[in-house]
């Protein structure tokens, strides 16, 4: 199995694990499960550590050895994916998670997400 992390889930992994919860933390635990981090979420943590939204400047900087310690994968953006979000009805307003949807369905995956509002998109969200 795999599944997709969302910008505020991988946030809270690293500095407040306490905010997800059980089934969210045994996933991303689990040897089984394939932890996906877009692209999109390092580009969102960037913007957001860098007009001082999150106090994440040092996962930033050190994101790539953060992933690799945690087992976590990157995946890319292709076109085809950010060329889907075209397709996505309104529901979602920030362009980030709407990527991040467009993900999950081109690639048949969970998304792990605090957010409600995905739950209207024709994808499975684990929290």
């Known amino acids: 199995m795999k ?3 969302d910008t505020q889930v991988l946030f809270w992994w690293y500095a407040e694990p306490e905010k997800l919860t059980k089934r969210a933390r045994a996933a991303l635990e689990d040897a089984e499960i394939t932890v996906l981090v877009s ?5 969102e943590l960037a913007i957001k550590a860098a007009i001082g939204k999150i106090d994440a400047l040092s ?11 945690a087992g976590f ?6 076109v ?5 979000v ?11 998670d709407r990527l991040l949807i467009a993900q ?6 969970q998304i792990v997400s605090s957010d409600p509002v995905l739950d209207r998109y024709d994808i499975r969200r684990l929290w």
């Open 3 to 5: 599944v997709l992390l």
């Open 73 to 78: 994968l990157e995946l890319p953006v292709t």
């Open 86 to 96: 075209a397709l996505l009805p309104p529901h979602h307003r920030d362009p980030f």
């Open 39 to 43: 692209a999109v979420v390092a580009w």
């Open 104 to 109: 999950a369905q081109e690639l048949q995956v």
């Open 80 to 84: 085809s994916q950010a060329t889907r």
């Open 59 to 69: 996962l930033v900087l050190d994101l790539n050895a953060y992933l690799a310690d």
